[in-house]
């Protein structure tokens, strides 16, 4: 299904907007759902310095409600910010 959605959507221009960007489709660097519940429960996204609108959210896989991410196992890194291109 993946594959799929890529091949429908690569290149994609969105028309119903005032805009000239086109879609662009690429892979998770981390897939599955444990992975990435592992990878972003110990992310700086994850810490105070996040406002919560801006964190992921974890779904439960069978009723699709929403959950809360279990709590790190390890100490969560400041979120680093980068300078502004000019």
Do not use: C, W
Not at 25 to 40: C, L, P, T
């Amino acid at each position: 299904e993946a594959l799929r959605f890529k091949t429908d959507f690569e290149g994609f221009k969105l028309t119903h907007f005032k805009s000239n960007k086109v879609l662009q489709i690429s892979f998770a660097r981390i897939q599955g759902y444990e992975k990435n519940v592992e990878h972003f429960r110990n992310s700086a996204v994850m810490g105070g310095s996040v406002a919560p609108e801006y964190q992921p959210l974890l779904f439960d896989p069978i009723t699709n409600e929403e959950i809360d991410f279990p709590q790190p196992d390890k100490p969560i890194k400041n979120v680093k910010l980068r300078k502004a291109k000019s």
